[in-house]
């Protein structure tokens, strides 16, 4: 299959396996299949839609994948098993930023809600790296409200954690819960049914 895209498409490998899910998946979801054929959503989008998507709710994550940026899409898919609806308000807490700090680039995306005096008091007491014991990660960091905004939570920096994007994701699909102790360290626990966590 990889040779033939190259060949006849001009695809690169990768490309070619990023889009073999797609293919597999369209038959079964004509919803998906019109709206890429409308030009309404870009493949990168569908790459991530059919993660989740079931005929029952194509509906409802080709309207979110329209309203929302691709990388709130991406945790909120992260968040959710195939055949779920997109997450409520609610549940949509979380406006982390990406800090991108490898040599060369500029430091990430610019954030929406989160002061830059406050990101930098947040990265500079992390030391620029992921701020969960043992991890020393510090490329693809997320700045990360520990109460999720919708839900009272502030940019104090105290309710705010540096986490690279893995432990992030693993915090929104529900493995692990992250707080803040007294003393100003992180705790990380795996996360249990009555923690709530998605």
């Known amino acids: 299959m990889e040779e033939y895209a190259s060949i006849v498409l001009d695809l690169t490998a990768r490309q070619a396996r990023d889009l073999l899910p797609i293919g597999k998946a369209l038959p079964g979801l004509p919803k998906l ?6 030009g309404h959503l870009d493949w990168t989008t569908a790459r991530e839609l059919v993660r989740v998507l079931v005929p029952e709710t194509e509906a409802a994550w080709i309207e979110r994948a329209k309203s929302v940026p691709s990388r ?3 945790l909120q898919v992260a968040s959710r098993h195939k055949g779920q609806l997109p997450p409520i308000a609610a549940e949509m807490g979380c406006d982390a930023e990406i800090v991108d700090l490898r040599p060369g680039l500029t430091a ?3 954030t929406r ?3 830059p005096a406050v990101r930098r008091r947040v990265l500079g007491r992390a030391k620029g790296r992921c701020e969960v014991p043992q991890c020393w990660n510090k490329l693809h960091l997320d700045v990360h409200h520990i109460h999720p905004r919708v ?10 954690v ?3 994007h893995g432990h992030h994701r693993a915090v929104h699909r529900g493995y692990l819960a992250v707080e803040r102790r007294s003393d100003g360290t992180v705790e990380v626990r795996r996360a249990g049914p009555g923690d709530g966590l998605r």
């Open 162 to 164: 540096c986490i690279c």
């Open 108 to 110: 990430g995306h610019v």
């Open 151 to 160: 839900l009272g939570g502030t940019h104090d920096p105290a309710q705010l």
């Open 33 to 38: 299949e019109a709206t890429l054929a409308a």
């Open 72 to 74: 709130m899409l991406e």
């Open 113 to 115: 809600t989160i002061p």
